[in-house]
């Protein structure tokens, strides 16, 4: 079993900042991907961004410039920096694990509120 403990989040005013992060344990063999998706209410979950292990990442359009993602492989934990946070950023977000077998993994995520 895989355990992903995401912390981080909360209230703040737009244009603030958050780091949120993601510790990943147990049975991880190796990490192929990790990524951070957010969920608003009434919403699909959409991915926001993504680190391949050797260090590739993604990130939606609506975050490019203002986020950040990295990884700490030996910790096997993956952060996302929020800068220039709006209003359209508030969501629960979740981080995901992906093992090279192709299993994944959600954590159980993390609340974002950005509100004045």
């Known amino acids: 079993q895989v355990q992903l403990v995401e912390s981080g989040g909360g209230l703040v005013q737009p244009g603030s900042s958050l780091r949120l992060s993601c510790a990943a344990s147990g049975n991880i063999l190796s990490v192929k991907r990790m990524g951070w998706y957010r969920q608003a209410p009434g919403k699909q979950r959409e991915l926001v961004a993504a680190?391949?292990?050797?260090?590739?990442?993604n990130y939606a359009d609506s975050v490019t410039g203002r986020f950040t993602i990295s990884r700490d492989n030996a910790k096997n934990t993956v952060y996302l920096q929020m800068n220039s946070l709006k209003p359209d950023d508030t969501a629960v977000y979740y981080c995901h694990l992906t093992r090279p077998d192709g299993l994944g993994y959600w954590g159980q995520g993390t609340q974002v509120t950005v509100s004045s």
């Open positions: 680190i391949t292990s050797g260090g590739s990442t």
